[in-house]
């Protein structure tokens, strides 16, 4: 650690507090997220879910982390330094985002999700605080409470702040799957369009009330599954009709309406896969754009190509009609000498690992009135 000087603390979570600092010998600024809790062998530190999990992504919308450090028991994690979360940026906003800013970040956002997903984890702690931005670029943060998909339950049942929890969880199922990130993005994305959240529940019972206060209480039809884990709870649901979401949103297109509607529904299988999500209408002007050709020059030499799904020969379920689709575009990047870079050394007695692979950054800023 001595190779870097902290600056200022910037975020103070559960887990760790982390700090703008900068590299002493390069002049780089990073984040350095300092954890609570001592750690006494790097097995300890690599059987960590956030390092365990996220050592095999490699994904420009998700934040890199550059270097493990143990140190006196210590443990550090240097991550690339990112300017605010979108959180700071709605904080106090008074005039609305454009939709166009809106589309890019969820864009964004769901490509490092369907990566993230086909890569086998999820996230289960999505909301404003833990997406990053720089400009224009967002990456998704704290996979401290990420999951492997193919894990064998039980699974914790409190995960994620609570304007952002879907209802299963809610409701205390632990059969839970990647679609509780889809209902997250939901409830974010119409914040981001309102500049307000769109489920402030004060405690679990009035979140869910707030939740049939938008989209009407669920039905055998809609969500039969969720009607079975409230009577084995002795709980059940307000009868409320629900409104429309443009009512909630007037600023809103049919398309955003028609996505925030169908990644906040009850039945998790009815909500769209983060691949399905970007073949929604809402992102027919969208375009991904591989990390290699984003620089102005090779964009006007080489121009960008639709996003089509995340990995080749995968078969996409599409629940959209979207006309400008491509051939299925591969993210599955390691490196270019197609190896998983890992390189472990030692330097003035301290171990550490250098990830050249990114990994999120640690966990921010939390509203405690969200949970």
């Known amino acids: 650690m001595e190779r870097y000087e902290l600056i200022k603390e910037v975020g103070d979570g559960s887990f760790g507090s982390v700090w703008r600092a900068i590299n002493k010998q390069t002049g780089e600024v990073v984040a350095i997220k300092i954890m609570k809790k001592n750690y006494y062998s790097w097995e300890e530190c690599l059987n960590l879910r956030e390092v365990k999990s996220l050592r095999q992504m490699n994904h420009p919308n998700i934040v890199k982390l550059k270097e493990v ?12 330094y990112m300017e605010c ?12 985002f454009s939709e166009g800013e809106v589309r890019n970040w969820c864009f964004q956002v769901f490509q490092g999700l369907a990566y993230m997903h086909q890569h086998g984890y999820f996230h ?6 833990n997406l990053l931005v720089n400009k224009d670029i967002i990456k998704i ?4 409470l990420a999951r492997e998909i193919s894990s064998e339950p039980p699974y914790t049942d409190y995960v994620s ?20 990130d889809m209902w997250a993005m939901g409830a974010i994305m119409a914040e981001l369009l309102s500049l307000r959240p769109l489920f402030p529940g004060a405690n679990e019972a009035d979140e869910i009330y707030k939740i049939c206060g938008v989209i009407g209480s669920p ?7 969720g009607l079975k884990l409230a009577r084995d709870i002795n709980y059940e649901f307000p009868q409320l009709a629900g409104v429309h979401l443009s009512a909630l949103i007037p600023s809103a297109s049919d398309d955003a309406i028609s996505l925030i509607r169908s990644l906040c529904s009850w039945d998790p299988c009815k909500r769209p896969t983060a691949a399905e999500a970007l073949q929604h209408p809402f992102f027919q002007t969208c375009f991904y754009v591989p990390p290699s050709l984003r620089t102005r020059a090779a964009l006007d030499q080489q121009g960008v190509r639709r996003y089509s799904s995340m990995l080749p020969n995968s078969k996409l379920t599409n629940n959209f009609s979207s006309p400008k689709l491509h051939p299925p575009l591969a993210l599955d990047t390691v490196n270019q000498n197609g190896s998983k870079n890992e390189n472990w050394i030692s330097e003035s007695g301290n171990f550490m690992l250098r990830a050249a692979q990114p990994i999120p950054t640690g966990r921010t800023f939390s509203r405690k009135v969200a949970g």
């Open 69 to 80: 450090i143990r140190e006196s028991d210590i443990l550090y994690f240097v991550f690339e």
């Open 85 to 96: 979360n979108l959180y700071q940026l709605m904080e106090h906003r008074e005039k609305m």
């Open 124 to 129: 289960r702690d999505l909301k404003p605080e």
């Open 141 to 144: 943060a704290d996979l401290g």
């Open 161 to 180: 702040t609570r304007w952002y929890r879907a209802p299963e969880v809610l409701l205390q199922s632990y059969l839970y799957s990647s679609k509780v």
């Open 219 to 225: 039905t055998i039809e809609s969500w039969a599954d």
